[in-house]
């Protein structure tokens, strides 16, 4: 019950973000913040708990955000339907791809191609089709007001991007501590052992990859509300598929918390780079590359896995260590 | 229990089961055994739905279990243990068997608990919070069994629990298969150490080459001149036969 005690009070913390904070800039940064989180943990649920790597969360994220767009400037349905629809469309095609991937048993690198490819067609399709405003984009038109998903300050579009991040980070924790989230984990750590077990190896694969594209469109809907602006790149572009898996993976990939801690870390980092090199086109994914490598070659754990290691030098950790020897021994 | 009906099974230029039909009794241990390559394994991974047969047919329990994959087979209570142990890894003891008990038991507290029971009932219960990988040889196979037992079975299938132990700790290995047989759950296994088929057997088959050569009761299937010569080689038979002789 542990992590879920820590989970609450880590959102209440931050929930006092808009209460203590005044500045737009820094709660600006917060909601970001959250926002690569929300991005992260859609991508962990799959990638860190599956153990299926997608390299085109952008299919499921510029679906989220095409749909908010498009139904409310052609259809003008109100965005908070479009909230719903958006999650729902984004779940849809991480179904779809799922079904196209796991019903042919593509695993590891292969898996990864194909997400990049069903990413990169949807790129193009919408930079061809006429209701997504095709190459010029799409502009959502301003109508300040909480009714139409467009607050007048920030702390509004604080609490939906919290409450999002919330719902992902439940889901993250229930994964850890249910039937379904055993037979995900025992999917990615050996899939042949796991069906020998009973467990229905493209039944579970499927469940996680809707999961994970419904967050991922959620966040989509977010970015779309909050910048009111898409074009192909943004929305279904290699940058949003890149900082989807970057996130856990600089925070911890198959923990509850590396998602928070890679965004954390990763808006850190971009801040700096802003403040260093200024706002070089590019140059923001140069650092994502590097930290990448840097990550998998030295702390492929993750910065939850570096907070577990100074954990297991304190003298508690120690103490544990040798009792369990003795018990073993005995 | 299980009855194999003309299996069959050709990869490329080997054939991996030829024609091989017979039936496992309910409540007991029966055994495979046969050279290397003799095709043991895959005729395992045929039974449990891993690989699909050329031809032939599998009933279980009464129904034929034909094309269905393993998760399904496993359901209908036939499970199998791995040669090479496949741990999960990075996850404790407790979490590998707890994900065996989810196949019957949908409430996580529910099946931890049974993981206990179960590690208890393997003599695992010291090593609950252990990472699997960090198990010995012995931990893992005694894993093996655990996950398997966990799904409460009707009939497990062992592929070579006892490869890789030494002399003591199948001493300590065999009496916890006989109590799982004793708990009501019937037993096959494959197996290289002839002691153990020697003591825990009743009925044992041979396969050599994708074929059966001879099936009884181990003591005397061992003194078939085919199964010598398909381990010793051509030949053989008569001289292990001819030294007999020259003892009497």
């Known amino acids: 019950m542990r992590p879920l005690v820590v989970l609450a009070v880590t959102f209440a913390l931050i929930g006092l973000a808009p209460f203590a904070i005044a500045s737009d800039y820094w709660l600006n940064l917060v909601i970001m913040t959250l926002y690569a989180a929300l991005l992260g943990q859609a991508w962990n649920i799959l990638g860190g ?21 498009v139904l409310q400037v052609e259809l003008g349905l109100n965005p908070w339907l479009g909230l719903a629809a958006g999650g729902l469309l984004a779940a849809g095609v991480g179904a779809f791809v799922g079904f196209c991937t796991f019903r042919y048993g593509l695993r590891g690198s292969y898996f990864a191609l194909v997400t990049l490819a069903f990413a990169e ?13 095709a190459g010029v984009g799409i502009l959502i038109p301003l109508e300040r007001g909480a009714a139409s998903f467009q607050f007048v300050d920030k702390a509004g579009f604080f609490w939906v991007i919290w409450g999002m991040a919330l719902a992902a980070f439940a889901t993250a924790w229930w994964i850890g501590h249910s039937r379904f989230g055993a037979q ?9 052992a796991a069906r020998a077990l009973g467990v229905d190896a493209f039944r579970v694969k ?26 192909p790149y943004i929305a279904y572009g290699p940058a949003i598929s890149v900082e989807s898996l970057l996130v856990p993976i600089i925070g911890g990939m198959g923990t509850i918390f590396g998602p928070l801690l890679g965004a954390a870390a990763l808006q850190a980092v971009a801040e700096l780079t802003k403040e260093v090199v200024g706002e070089a086109p590019g140059i923001s994914l140069a650092v994502y590359g590097t930290l990448l490598v840097v990550m998998v070659l030295f702390m492929p754990r993750g910065l939850a896995g570096l907070g577990a290691r100074i954990a297991g030098l304190g003298p508690r950790a120690r103490r544990r260590r040798a009792a369990r020897l003795e018990a073993r021994n005995a | 229990m299980l009855e194999l009906r003309g299996l069959s099974k050709r990869f490329g ?12 009794p309910a409540g007991r241990i029966s055994s495979l055994i046969g050279p290397n390559g ?166 044992t088959w041979v396969l050599n080459q994708g074929e059966l050569i001879a ?29 007999e002789q020259a003892h009497a």
Request: hydrophobic share 50%; no cysteine.
């Open chain 2, 13 to 24: 230029g080997v054939q991996a089961a030829r024609d091989v039909s017979f039936t496992v």
């Open chain 1, 184 to 192: 995900l984990m025992a999917v990615r750590d050996n899939e042949d």
């Open chain 2, 38 to 203: 003799a095709g043991k394994t895959t005729l395992f991974a045929l039974i449990t739905g891993f690989h699909r047969p050329d031809a032939g047919s599998v009933v279980f329990d009464g129904a034929p279990i034909d094309g269905l994959p393993p998760e399904a087979i496993a359901r209908r209570g036939m499970v199998r243990t791995f040669q090479i142990v496949q741990p999960f890894a990075g996850q404790t003891v407790r979490d590998n068997i707890a994900v065996g008990a989810h196949l019957r038991i949908r409430s996580r507290r529910a099946a931890l608990a049974k993981a206990e029971e179960v590690a208890a009932a393997v003599g695992l219960d010291d090593r609950l919070d252990m990472d699997a990988a960090a198990l010995t040889v012995a931990g893992r196979k005694r894993l093996e069994v655990a996950r398997a037992l966990a799904t409460e079975p009707k009939l497990i299938l062992f592929d070579e629990v006892l490869a890789g132990l030494n002399p003591s700790e199948i001493r300590d290995v065999l009496p916890l298969i006989r109590a799982i047989r004793d708990r009501g759950v019937t037993i096959f296994l494959i197996e290289h150490v002839m002691q153990a088929v020697m003591s825990l057997s009743e009925h």
């Open chain 1, 206 to 231: 499927m469940a996680a990859i809707t999961l994970s594209g419904f967050f991922s469109g959620l966040a989509g809907v977010f970015y779309a509300q909050y910048f009111l602006y898409l074009d």
């Open chain 1, 49 to 69: 708990y599956g153990g299926q790597f997608s390299f085109g969360h952008a299919a499921f994220f510029g679906t989220g955000a095409y749909a908010v767009a």
């Open chain 2, 215 to 243: 099936e009884g009761a181990p003591q005397e299937v061992v003194r078939d001149p085919h199964v010598i010569e398909a381990y010793l080689g051509k030949g053989m038979a008569a001289r292990v036969g001819g030294r």
């Open chain 1, 121 to 133: 067609v949807l790129r193009i399709l919408s930079n061809s089709v006429w209701f997504t405003g």
